[in-house]
């Protein structure tokens, strides 16, 4: 497989600028997660990859080769990218074997054995039984399905995957077996692959980078840890994990010329990096907020309970600020009571709009 390389690819329709001077690199073997909010371009950026559109301006590369953007575009098929759709990929009137081996070049398929070998690979690959050759796509469940989809355009040795919303038909536990059985099938190819999603736990989860698009344009591309760790700004965070932003200040005269630490409504709380200005945004993860003997006065609006886990939504008493926390099922508080909170670890601070 390649690496893929995006360098400042632009693609309007009309006046709706889609994708908007985007570069991003791929590494070769990796899977990368275009993460963004209904209408943000991904499905656009996913077809300029595949072919399917050209871009205005910039360029792609599959290693060195230029497949769009300079002089005559390569076309799909020159391209060889392997494109698993949401959902209905599979040819209905064909087995199993033959949709996997629909996608081998036309000698391999004619060969004796109609590409078996490499039928069989593809189903070990997707973690699917071989018996599985001869069933009828409507004899598989909806996450087998997107398994063979995945063998069909993975077994002519593409040079890219492009993955668009391939989990997004099924029910939420499907949704995540299949999701990690997907991902396991695309390391072990060492495949190069683009996953398109708009689900912040499957992209968090699934890849080794994930690329968030807003408006068409590239806001952060990172690990998932940096992204979730060091969102680009305050809206990034709220979108990738949840947080609450809070007002904060650094008081630039006070004992603390390392600028470490901000008052808000939540205390003094440390920071993450040196304030970037005297009055800031606060962003706190709904797993730093903690319950405790002392903190902050608290009034506990709603709890929603899912087992492991709960979220509960609170106003701070003297404030009035409204914070999310989020903490194991069992100690969670209820609705009504009053409790205090304190933040627990340093949090991002961004410099307040209209402040340096
Ligand atoms: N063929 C087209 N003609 C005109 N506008 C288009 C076309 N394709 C996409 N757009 C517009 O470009 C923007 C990006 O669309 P795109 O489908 O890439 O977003 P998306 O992030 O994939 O959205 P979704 O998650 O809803 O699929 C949208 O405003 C969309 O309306």
Redesign the pocket.
Known sequence: MSALTVTGVTKS??D?V??DDVTLHVPHGSLTAVL????????????LVAGFLDPDAGTIAFDDRVVAGEGRPATPQQRRVGYVPQEGALFPHLDVAANIAFGLPRAERRSPGAGSDRVDEMLDLVELPRTFRSRQPHELSGGQQQRVALARALAPRPSVVLLD?PFSSLDASLRETTGRAVARALRAAHATGLL?T?DQAEALSLSDQVAV?RA?RLIQAGSPADVYLAPHDPELARFVGGATSLAGRCDRAGADPDRRHADSDLGRVSLTHPAPADELVLVVRPDQVRFGESGVAARVDEVSFYGHDAAVRLTLTASGTPLVARVTGPTAPAAGDDVLVSVYGPVHAYPAPDCD
């Not at 963004?36 to 077809?47: A, E, I, N, Y």
């Open positions: 329709f009309g709706t889609a994708v963004g909010p209904s209408g943000c371009g991904k499905t656009t950026l996913l077809r919303e398109v708009h698009l068409g």
